[in-house]
């Protein structure tokens, strides 16, 4: 099967929790909803109305957090609004709100994540690479929030295939549900920071919730997360040299 | 966060023998406290049934009162009043809205049966007056209180009926205020609440009311419920998007532009697809956030926190357990500074079975600290930082390297000090502005590295000790945080050791880089002291430049106030910078130094010490890696160690 591999990579990033607003907390990578917008985005599906296209059942998503994260809280002013004619400021009211922001560990380089993306209908598929490759995106990348604007670089076209062993190094973010339904292990691991977060799945066609929210584990420090257990997985090879363990977050 | 709070709800609410009801009581300051600070009153009607009285009394109002007499606010919106305890006295007397006048009727009316309901319509008897109107209208008899003149009710015929319960409320209120401020001297501003008993028996008292007061304020929650999947536990059922009540706030409807597509409050559309819960996840948050409030908050550099344990994984189906989470919190307080360090170990000590499978969960346990500001009298609650998933081992490592770091300073320099290096003691070595909100992000930032293990740049670091030692020498206590001290040397001194403490403590749980070994030939040249010190902080060639350069100043500091008491200052003192000292100027000091220690006759005995400077600066000098601010950190040092070791032993002397 083929798979698409891009890098989302920016200065900072804020994918915040669905939980909080008036202190926005924010995940240390983003939900599989938000990987679908940014993707519906690049080609160019008006808001709201992608959700059945890239339903679990026919799209295949993970990724891999390639930069150490750290956070950060940073007090931004919004608009006072508590009626829409206010959205224009003309209230001249505003709220401090805490802001959670991801930044790299190091802050001479960039946030970056790899997105695995499969989809069934190959044409979007080709059409997603095309984008791409030519930088050609209909709405831009941003991580987030549009203030923090992102960018998108090709990877590489990958083909995966299944696999199954007793002990993995993971390089992509795993579901809490994956690990349970299996009885696998956790390992600890040097240097690695596990982290967990529960956020939203899919949506519906109204974008209310279609799927329960799920908890996903990634790690922040080293992209690595160890398993042991029997676990079947995929393979994804870029080239020969270049081959990622990843678990789906459908999975 | 919200996991870890959810569980935690969800053992309160499997365990608990406290009803729920008491969960969604309201602590409101303003309640309590008036803008003068003045503790404000609640005022009880209790209704003597045998006797056919009415009694007034008064109680200050505190959290207990709150809790007692069950104050869950009002009802909501126009709907009739039902709330035996209330911030307004019409509701009980008289209410010119909704209903059938009083709190009380309309209660009777929706109870369906009971003792409550049995009493309440005596009450309603006994007790109140039915207005002569076409309507059915209740007024409390007002002439039912003790030793009261009597009061008339007017005449209705002739009069709008509207207007008529409109001037009888405005009277009755009136009326009951007076005889209030009669009865217990006390004038409206002074009162926040009114509840009623029955023969001395609270509302809270009756099971009847307690599940009443419970089933009405869910529902009220879910007048506006949907159908869905809930954003927790992600079940089909009945839903609200309306999170007003939870007791911490950090999630609200109030403004739109949080909303999905700016649509506000509308069920299936703006908050509903945001956040959408139902009735068990609901009520499992409010029980986690209180539990949280009651029992896993603390505060760590004069920051609130809550310490908020959780299992990372479930492992062999183990559930969270009461005596779990305290233990889990206790672990990571006593990282805050000795006395909580003490009282974990006699904790576990005491309950040795609780702490073995405490210690068994330890690889899969994590706690979420999450620092707050949530200003008394205001609902506004905001997250100042929030560290998440902090694993205990980690948290393990700190504990015994605090206390590896601890016996290392009482090997240098003796048991006379506190040498333990808690987060909390780390606040009095980190220089906070007064007045400047942002400046408690440096703080909660460096706990955030220590346990996440984030790098830290040594050199923001020792600006903030730099720092530290200017508040000291310039006397700048009342702008920092930073408590004035008898004597300014001596308490600087201490402060720059602990901070050297304090940098091997960071390169221990690998915040920063530690430092090479001492240069051999130093061996020979220097006391036993000084090089066991230089080794154990592991200084490198020019961080051992400059702290000898620091001695020396110490020894002449030392002549210059000898027989002088210790609070004199030292003019040797002037010749830092401390503002910066580059390595230029590094020559020049070294060359003064060696003047004075002539001008003092001490440069016979800093001969050896002084050789070793100047060949390890000489050495270095043209590729110089210490920046300004690095330079008067490691001069300070030596400074702080020549000075404690002097006043410790003339104190040990005088002592003696």
């Known amino acids: 099967m083929r798979i698409l591999v891009f890098d989302f990579y920016g200065k900072m990033a804020h994918f ?54 750290r956070k950060i809280i940073q007090m931004i002013n919004y608009v006072w609004a508590d009626d829409v004619k206010y959205l224009n400021a003309s209230k001249g009211q505003h709220t401090q709100v805490p802001f959670e922001i991801i930044f790299p560990q190091n802050i001479k380089e960039n946030v970056c994540y790899r997105i695995f993306f499969f989809h069934r209908n190959e044409d979007i598929l080709n059409a997603l690479e095309e984008k791409i490759k030519n930088y050609t995106f209909c709405f831009p990348p ?38 349970k339904n299996r009885t696998i292990n956790l390992e600890t691991y040097p240097g690695a920071q596990y982290i967990k977060e529960k956020m939203p799945f899919s949506f519906d066609k109204y974008r209310m919730l279609k799927d329960p929210p799920r908890e996903y584990i990634g790690e922040i420090k080293t992209s690595k997360i160890v398993l042991r257990g029997k676990i079947d997985y995929y393979k994804i090879k870029i080239n020969e040299s270049t081959i990622y363990n990843v678990v789906f977050m459908e999975d | 966060m919200l996991s870890n709070i959810i569980e935690i709800g969800r053992m309160v609410r499997t365990f608990s023998k406290v009803d729920f009801v008491f969960n969604l009581v309201e602590y409101n300051e303003e309640l309590i406290f008036d803008n003068k600070g003045n503790r404000k009153f609640l005022v009880i009607i209790d209704f003597d049934i045998k006797e056919e009285k009415i009694k007034l009394s008064r109680k200050e109002i505190d959290h207990k009162v709150l809790e007692e007499y069950l104050w869950v606010g009002n009802k909501k919106g126009s709907s009739p009043q039902d709330r035996l305890t209330t911030d307004t006295i019409r509701y009980l007397i008289f209410n010119s809205g909704y209903g059938y006048g009083s709190s009380l009727i309309n209660i009777l009316y929706n109870l369906k049966k ?50 008529y319960i409109e001037n009888l409320e405005k009277k009755w209120e009136k009326e009951i205020l007076d005889i209030i401020e ?92 945001n956040f959408s819960l ?32 959780g299992l990372f994984l479930n492992p062999l189906g183990k559930e969270l357990k009461e005596s779990w989470i305290k233990i889990s919190r206790n672990f990571v307080r006593s990282t805050f500074n000795l006395e909580e360090f003490l009282r974990f170990e006699e904790e576990i000590q005491k309950s040795l079975e ?23 009298g205001s609902a506004a609650f905001k997250i ?9 081992k980690r948290v393990e490592k700190i504990r015994k390297t605090i206390r590896d770091v601890e016996n290392l300073g009482k ?50 670091i020792i600006n903030y000790f730099v720092e530290l030692a200017k508040i000291y020498i310039f006397e700048k206590f009342p702008q920092y945080n930073i408590k004035k001290v008898k004597n300014n040397d001596l308490e600087m001194s201490l402060s720059i050791l602990k901070t050297n403490l304090l940098l091997k403590l960071f390169e221990k749980i690998n915040l920063i880089e530690g430092g090479e070994n001492m240069p051999e030939l130093l061996e020979n040249l220097l006391d036993e002291d000084i090089q066991n010190y230089i080794l154990k902080m592991g200084y490198e060639e020019e961080e051992t430049a400059l702290f000898l350069l620091g001695y020396l100043i110490g020894e002449i500091g030392y002549e210059q106030v000898r027989g002088g008491d210790f609070n004199a200052k030292k003019p040797i003192l002037n010749k830092i910078n401390f503002n910066g000292i580059s390595s230029k100027n590094l020559i020049n000091l070294s060359n003064e130094i060696f003047e004075k220690l002539d001008q003092y006759r001490i440069r016979g005995y800093n001969e050896k010490i002084f050789s070793a400077m100047k060949f390890l600066m000489d050495k270095n000098i043209k590729s110089w890696k210490l920046n300004d601010n690095e330079n008067v950190y490691y001069i300070l040092s030596g400074y702080a160690f020549n000075t404690y070791k002097r006043i410790k032993s003339i104190k040990g002397r005088e002592e003696q």
């Not at chain 1, 998108?152 to 083909?159: A, L, N, P, Y």
Request: hydrophobic letters at 35%; one cysteine or more; a neutral charge.
């Open chain 2, 278 to 309: 139902c009735r068990d996840c609901y009520k499992d948050i409010i029980l986690g956030i209180k539990f949280i409030q009651n029992y896993l908050g603390t505060s760590l550099g004069n920051n609130d926190l809550w310490i908020i344990p």
């Open chain 1, 142 to 179: 941003y991580l987030g929030v549009t203030e923090f604007v992102g960018n998108i670089e090709f990877v590489g076209k990958g083909s995966m295939e299944k696999n199954e062993e007793n002990r993995v190094i993971l390089d992509s973010i795993i579901s809490v549900d994956y690990i």
């Open chain 1, 16 to 69: 915040r929790k669905f939980y909080t607003n008036s202190s926005s907390l924010s995940y240390y990578f983003p939900p599989r909803t938000t990987i679908i917008g940014l993707i519906a985005g690049l080609l160019g599906y008006e808001r709201d109305t992608y959700y059945e296209l890239f339903s679990p059942e026919n799209t295949k998503i993970t990724l891999s957090i390639r930069s150490p994260l």
């Open chain 2, 114 to 163: 009971g003792n409550l309901r049995e009493l309440l319509e005596i009450i309603k008897n006994k007790f109140f007056i039915k207005l002569p109107l076409k309507r059915e209208r209740y007024c409390l008899n007002l002439n039912k209180i003790q030793n009261r003149k009597e009061i008339l009710i007017p005449e209705s015929k002739g009069i709008d009926e509207k207007l």
């Open chain 2, 354 to 376: 609780e702490y073995k499978e405490f210690e068994e969960l330890m690889d899969y346990s994590k706690v979420d600290l999450f620092f707050y500001e949530s200003p008394p």
């Open chain 2, 384 to 392: 100042k930082e929030y560290i998440k998933d902090v694993h205990l």
């Open chain 2, 411 to 460: 090997s240098l320099f003796g048991e006379r000090e506190n040498w333990f290096l808690g987060l909390e003691n780390i606040y009095f070595l980190i220089p906070i502005r007064r007045g400047r909100v942002s400046e408690y992000k440096k703080l909660l930032d460096l706990y955030e590295a220590i346990f996440l293990e984030h790098k830290l740049d040594k050199r923001i």
């Open chain 2, 182 to 273: 009669e009865e217990l001297g006390l004038t409206k501003k002074e009162i926040s609440l009114y509840t009623i008993t029955i023969n001395s028996r609270k509302a809270s008292e009756f099971e009847e009311y307690r599940n009443y007061i419970e089933q009405t304020l869910i529902d009220e929650n879910f007048e506006e419920n949907y159908e869905g999947i809930c954003h927790i536990c992600g079940e089909r059922k009945e839903l609200t998007y309306d999170t007003a009540r939870f007791p911490a706030k950090f999630y609200i409807t109030k403004l739109i532009t949080f909303s999905s597509n700016f649509e506000g409050k509308k069920p299936k559309k703006g908050f509903s697809k």
